[in-house]
């Protein structure tokens, strides 16, 4: 009794706390407001706030005050199906598809708005060590299409939440070298849902249609660390990796027919590496006004070559090939210091996908590579307050979709995507 339920095989691909578009796979890049004015170019090297806890540790140690940062990400995802010939397969035996089309609608715009919250507390102990402690969203994703799309078979609802305490220590090892070590505890939560073609099994294809609901979670561990060294008076360059996560995801799914009765209530499980980066970052202070910052950033998503859901009775078990790619994201800032009081920032970035191709991109995660656009500003309100704003647009190439799943069911389209994203952040040192 295969029920088309393989495609929940994305149990894992739910990722960025949107749809298909905030960053590289189903990464959250948006980690720090004063980042995010600049495009996150150089943030392995900036060190400007507390928010380098997360993407290089080392650079506690240039904060030279307590200093607690609490941050808020507006996140305004789209992603518009247009259909192109999707349909059901040839249930004879003769393969192929029966010419019978897929019947729905585009499901709507499957991008829903969503808020990302980010907490920095650092503390210096003394001239050489700094401490930290990070509380972030580093995965997530929220896309939802109508019941009754022509995707409905592949994806209705796909929900993801990670949430990532991050203590860290830094250390001022020589004059010009700054190291600095964290570990990480992530909690994930996934649901998942689809519908699925009951009335194939009657011969009556698309006839009746059965729901299927996942739902799993799980707490996985790593580690991050980095290095930060002074070249010269204006030139920092650093050096960040972010280890993989393994999560064992366990939790419940469930199959109802159409009439809401419960043919499949089940314990599913499914494993998961969450995958690591490596970051490399110069920052460079052109005068007393303007400094530029850029970087280079590896992610192996190469991890991701399989997902497998294995359930109890077997029902609802399947395995879904991937074969994402690795990747890699460029940027470029630029700060410009206004006054003691206004300080002004603007970046760009390139960020590849790791998805290869139109046949293994998903309903779930239709992303494609992402050009970033984006502008930020700091205020200075007193000696204890900073308020940091940061805006940015997502331009993404119109992806691309050719799945089929393993029962034959094709969808075939093309997604009309794009971000925006808006953050604002209060700054109190102490």
Known sequence: MKLNIRKLSTLLLLSSASPAAWSAGYAIQEQSITGLGRAFAGSAAVAEDASTIFFNPAGLTYLDRTEMDMGLNYIKPQSEFRNDGSAVPDFGGAG????????????????????????????????????????????????????????????????????????????????????????????????????????AQGGSPQAADGKVKLGADDWGYGYNLGLLYQATDDTRIGLAFRSKISHTLKGDGTLKDASGNTVVDDNIQADVDLPETLSLAIHHRLNKQWSVSADATFTRWSRFSELNIQSDGGQLSSVKAEDWENTMRYGLGVDYRHSDKWQFRAGVAYDETPIPNAERRTARIPGNDRKWVAVGATYHYSENIILDAGYAHLFIDNPKINETDDTGYNLKGEYDASVDLLGVQLRWLM
């Open 96 to 199: 192929g598809f029966s010419g019978q089309a897929l019947t729905g609608g585009d499901g709507g715009d499957a991008g829903h708005e969503a808020f990302v919250p980010n907490f920095y507390l650092s503390h210096p102990v003394n001239d050489k060590v700094t401490v930290g402690l990070g509380i972030s969203a580093p995965f997530g994703l929220v896309t939802e299409y109508r019941d009754d799309w022509v995707g409905r078979y592949f994806a209705v609802k796909s929900e993801m939440l990670t949430a990532n305490f991050n203590p860290t220590i830094a250390i001022q090892a020589t004059e010009k070298l700054s190291l600095g070590f964290g570990v990480s505890a992530q909690y994930i939560d996934v649901k998942l849902s689809q519908m699925a073609d009951l009335g």
